[in-house]
């Protein structure tokens, strides 16, 4: 979606490294979702950020959405090889009144590569 | 719990034929979704459920692809006929509303091959 924008495209890393990937939207976000994706799989969910600033973690993966609430960046700690899959952000854009639409758009994915 | 339960996981039809897809939600989620997933891209809302109806019904190509969910549970996404452009993964995936939040769980899809 050019709604949303998802960096890098790829990513390969070494085991132990940390790691960011980042989702940008072009319209302030109502709420912004992490899932994750294993080929030939479903998408499994990570987190859901809804306010300004606000930051989870879940074990060695940080997720931000920045205070405009149009940016949010997923952080991996001590990369490893489980790690590996294809990371998406799901965007649930604000109406103009600042409510939801009610569905996620999401973005293209991040690929990420673990090397033992 | 069972988790969103897919149905037939690959399908391969020759161009101009029917297919169908059968999705059973998990068990109390009254939202229901079925996406469109094309390799290297992020899935694409085709349709949306609240319960019995399609609330959001936009993004379905409504010539050739039809949806239903009956009794407000499980739900069958038909293509006809089918068309080289429609292979990809078919998900469905399913969230309780009115929470204020969209988590949605979804199912390990479908992968259609047209030939």
């Known amino acids: 979606s050019q709604e949303l924008e998802q960096s890098p495209q790829s990513l390969i890393v070494q085991e132990g490294k940390n790691l960011t990937i980042n989702c940008t939207s072009s319209k302030t976000l109502y709420g912004l979702y992490w899932y994750k994706q294993k080929y030939g799989e479903g998408l499994i969910f990570l987190m859901m950020?809804?306010?300004?600033?606000e930051e989870k973690s879940h074990e060695k993966i940080t997720a931000k959405l920045d205070e405009k609430k149009q940016q949010s960046s997923l952080h991996i700690t001590a990369s490893q090889p489980s790690h590996a899959g294809i990371y998406l952000c799901g965007a649930d854009i604000a109406y103009a009144g600042g409510t939801s639409y009610g569905k996620l758009t999401f973005g293209q994915g991040t690929i990420l590569t673990v090397h033992p | 719990e069972a988790g969103v339960v897919q149905s037939p996981r690959y399908k391969i039809i020759e161009k101009k034929q029917p297919v169908a897809f059968w999705c059973n939600p998990i068990s109390g989620h009254n939202t229901l979704y079925w996406y469109l997933q094309n390799l290297g891209q992020g899935p694409e809302l085709l349709i949306r459920?609240?319960?019995?109806?399609?609330?959001?019904d936009s993004q379905l190509p409504k010539d050739r692809f039809s949806a239903e969910r009956l009794k407000g549970v499980d739900s069958t996404l038909k293509i006809q006929p089918a068309e080289l452009g429609d292979s990809a993964v078919y998900l469905c995936?399913?969230?309780?509303?009115?929470?204020?939040?969209?988590?949605?769980?979804f199912g390990p899809g479908t992968r259609l091959t047209v030939t």
């Open positions: 459920y609240e319960n019995e109806e399609a609330v959001d």
């Open positions: 995936a399913s969230s309780l509303s009115g929470t204020g939040s969209y988590e949605q769980y």
């Open positions: 950020l809804q306010k300004g600033g």
